[in-house]
C-alpha cells in the first residue's frame, strides 16, 4: 500500500488527505489490480466515517468536483472519508464494470479504510445514482455498515422510465400555453410527436419479467435486509428521482421499506441530476452534516 499526503486548511479546521494504493477483495482474473483513492483525515477522528461510492462513468473527484468538496467539507467537521475509483475508471487498474459488479471493489475499499483509520467502529456508504445501488446492495454484506447516504438511487427500467417521461414531460407540455403556440404556427411536426408519444404510452406496459436486469428488484431486496439508517436526497429537477418516486408510489413493498423510522428523506429544490450549482452541494453537504450528528 502506498501513501501519499497533503494538508488542507477548510474554514478553520486541518484536514489532512493520503493518496491509497490498494486492492479490490475480487477473486477474479484481476483480483490483483491496484484501485486508488483519496482519504480526507480530521485533526480528532472518531469512530464513525463516510465511504464514497462512484457511479457512472467517473471516477473519485466526481460531477463539478462534487466528491472532492464533499469530502473536505465532512473531514472538517470531524468525519474520516475515502473516495475512490473502482477498478477500470480513472487511477484504477482493471477493466471497466458496472455498478453490478462493484461489491467486492466497495469490500476491498472498506478494508483499506479501517486499516488506514484505526479508530473507525463504523461506515456510512455514501452514493449518487448507480453508485448509490452498488452501496445499498453491498450494505447487508458488512456489519460495519451502519447507514447509507443515497441521492436519486438508479432504478431505471424501460417502463420506469416511460411512466416518468410521460408524467412529468409530456403531460406538463399541455398545460404550457408555448406549446398550443408552436402547434398553431405549424412549429410542431405532429406525426412525429404522436408517434413518439405512443411509444412512450406503449411502454409504460413493458412486463417486469422483460427486464430481468432492471436494478429495482435487487435493490429492494438489500433495502428489506439492511437495518441500518438511511438518508434519502432527491433532486428537485430529476427525471432519476422522479423514477424513485413513481416506483416507491405505485408499489406496497417500496413504500414499507421506505417508511421506517430509521428512514429520513429530503429534496434540494431545483436540483439537477448531479447537483451542479454550489447551492445544490452546498446544500447536499449540510443535510449530510446534520443527518451525521443526529445519531
Same mark, same amino acid.
Given at each position: ?106 469490500? !476491498? =475499499?472498506? *478494508?483499506?479504510?479501517?486499516? #488506514?483509520?484505526?479508530?473507525? %467502529?463504523?461506515? /456510512? &456508504?455514501?452514493? @449518487?445514482?448507480? !453508485? =448509490?445501488? *452498488?452501496?445499498?446492495?453491498? #450494505?447487508?454484506?458488512?456489519? %460495519?455498515?451502519? /447507514? &447509507?447516504?443515497? @441521492? ?9 422510465? #416511460?411512466?416518468?417521461?410521460? %408524467?412529468?414531460?409530456? &403531460?406538463?407540455? @399541455? ?18 410527436? &404522436?408517434?413518439? @408519444? ?98
Amino acid at each position: 500500500m502506498k501513501r501519499d499526503s497533503s494538508q488542507q486548511h477548510l474554514a478553520g479546521h486541518s484536514v489532512r488527505e493520503l493518496a491509497l494504493r490498494f486492492r479490490s477483495a475480487a477473486e477474479d482474473g484481476e483480483a490483483q489490480a491496484h484501485m486508488v483513492g483519496i482519504l480526507s483525515l480530521p485533526a480528532a477522528r472518531g469512530p464513525r466515517g463516510v465511504l464514497i461510492v462512484t457511479g457512472g462513468p467517473q471516477y473519485r473527484v466526481g460531477s463539478h468536483r462534487q466528491f472532492v468538496l464533499l469530502a473536505r467539507a465532512l473531514a472538517a467537521q470531524g468525519w474520516p472519508v475515502l473516495r475512490f475509483d473502482l477498478r477500470g475508471m480513472g487511477d484504477s487498474e482493471g477493466s471497466a464494470r458496472d455498478y453490478r459488479a462493484a461489491g467486492p471493489d466497495i469490500a !476491498g =475499499a472498506l *478494508a483499506q479504510f479501517f486499516d #488506514a483509520v484505526p479508530s473507525l %467502529r463504523e461506515v /456510512a &456508504l455514501w452514493g @449518487l445514482c448507480d !453508485g =448509490a445501488t *452498488a452501496a445499498a446492495c453491498h #450494505a447487508p454484506r458488512d456489519a %460495519r455498515v451502519k /447507514a &447509507l447516504v443515497l @441521492l436519486n438511487p438508479w432504478v431505471r427500467s424501460g417502463a420506469g422510465l #416511460a411512466r416518468a417521461t410521460l %408524467r412529468h414531460y409530456y &403531460l406538463p407540455r @399541455l398545460l404550457q400555453g408555448a406549446f398550443w403556440r408552436k402547434l398553431a404556427g405549424g412549429g410542431l411536426q405532429v406525426g412525429a410527436s &404522436l408517434a413518439s @408519444l405512443r411509444q412512450v404510452a406503449a411502454a409504460t406496459q413493458t412486463p417486469a419479467t422483460e427486464e430481468d436486469d432492471a436494478p429495482a428488484p435487487a435493490l429492494l431486496r438489500a433495502l428489506t435486509q439492511f437495518q441500518g439508517k438511511v438518508l434519502l436526497i432527491l433532486s428537485g429537477d430529476d427525471l432519476g428521482a422522479r423514477e424513485w418516486q413513481a416506483l416507491v408510489a405505485g408499489d406496497p413493498a417500496w413504500r414499507g421499506v421506505t417508511a421506517r423510522a430509521q428512514w429520513a428523506q429530503a429534496q434540494v429544490k431545483g436540483a439537477n441530476h448531479t447537483f451542479a450549482s454550489a447551492a445544490w452541494r452546498g446544500a447536499v453537504e449540510q443535510l449530510c452534516a446534520r443527518w451525521l450528528q443526529s445519531w
